[in-house]
């Protein structure tokens, strides 16, 4: 692959990772690439090499570039865009687009529960997000809709743990849980997922129905739009008041990363 072939991989693999943590990206091309990138009607410019002497050095120059210019627009998204994990998924893969199409990698569960403890969450909490995340990707990710163990999962059952995880081809499970899960996924990825809107109304019609009962719900998507969760602000703050957690995890690839609520 030439130089300037490896450049537009490395633009192109960028704009999806910035489109999947929920940001709008405009590309000017001329002499450099030019990115702007959108957030909530604020607008970062950032420029990017199309001939850099040394490519690596200046795609993680580029990478650091676009971190600052998405902190500027909010410190919350920021939080997600590693660079150094987006960089070495290029280098390792080639690229995402070639990294997915061979199949997902697995999730990185240690980093998401390092990003947890600084969280002031208490250890056993973790363990349930981690044990819910797992539930919630295996039965999306499992055509026959059960998990390693063979155990059936999905509506009107419970994975391992006694996990309700919520899926669109079921009725409602038979019995509730102290923790509840559900997958998100975009259109062209969705088997056994709900879209991230319908996934945030069934997680609050359970929550409806099991309102003594659970006390956590997580949601797991490859999907971020804000502009949804306000929508349901007041539902969740009712239910958080009435002491049911919800956490949402974006999960890019094999990253995980725990998601602040835009209002909070």
Request: charged share 25%.
């Given at each position: ?7 537009r991989?490395f633009i ?16 000017e091309?001329s ?7 959108i ?9 990017i090499?199309?001939t ?9 120059a580029?990478l ?6 998405i ?12 660079t150094?994990g ?11 687009h ?16 390092e ?8 250890n056993s ?9 797992k539930?919630?990707i295996?039965?999306s ?7 390693n163990?063979g ?6 059952g419970?994975?391992?743990?006694g ?6 081809d ?9 923790i ?19 996934a ?11 309102l ?9 998507t ?8 306000f ?17 949402i ?5 094999a ?10």
């Open positions: 692959m030439s130089n300037s072939a490896k450049q991989s192109r693999d960028l704009i999806k990772h910035l489109e999947e943590i929920g940001l709008e990206v405009i590309l091309q002499k450099n690439y030019i990115l702007s990138i957030y909530r009607n604020r607008k970062a410019k950032v420029s090499s199309c850099p002497t040394n490519r690596a050095s200046a795609q993680r580029a650091s570039d676009v971190k600052r210019k902190t500027e627009l909010d410190e919350s998204i920021a939080s997600t865009f590693n150094q987006l960089l070495q998924m290029m280098t390792n893969n080639g690229s995402l070639n990294q997915n199409m061979g199949g997902e990698p697995t999730p990185d569960y240690e980093s998401l529960r990003a947890l403890t600084t969280n002031e969450l208490d909490t973790i363990d349930d997000i981690i044990e819910a995340v539930a919630a295996e039965s990710d499992l055509s026959n809709g059960k998990d163990g155990n059936p999962i999905g509506n009107g419970t994975a391992l743990n996990i309700t995880v919520l899926t669109p079921g009725n409602f499970p038979a019995q509730c849980s102290r509840v899960t559900v997958y998100a996924r975009e259109q062209k990825n969705r088997v056994r997922a709900y879209s991230f809107k319908k945030l109304e069934a997680l609050i019609d359970y929550y409806s129905r099991c003594r009962i659970t006390k956590l719900g997580v949601v797991v490859d999907v971020w739009r804000p502009s949804e969760l929508t349901v602000e007041t539902a969740l703050d009712f239910y958080e008041a009435k002491g049911i957690r919800t956490i995890i974006l999960k890019s690839n990253n995980l990363h725990l998601m602040n609520f835009p209002w909070r």
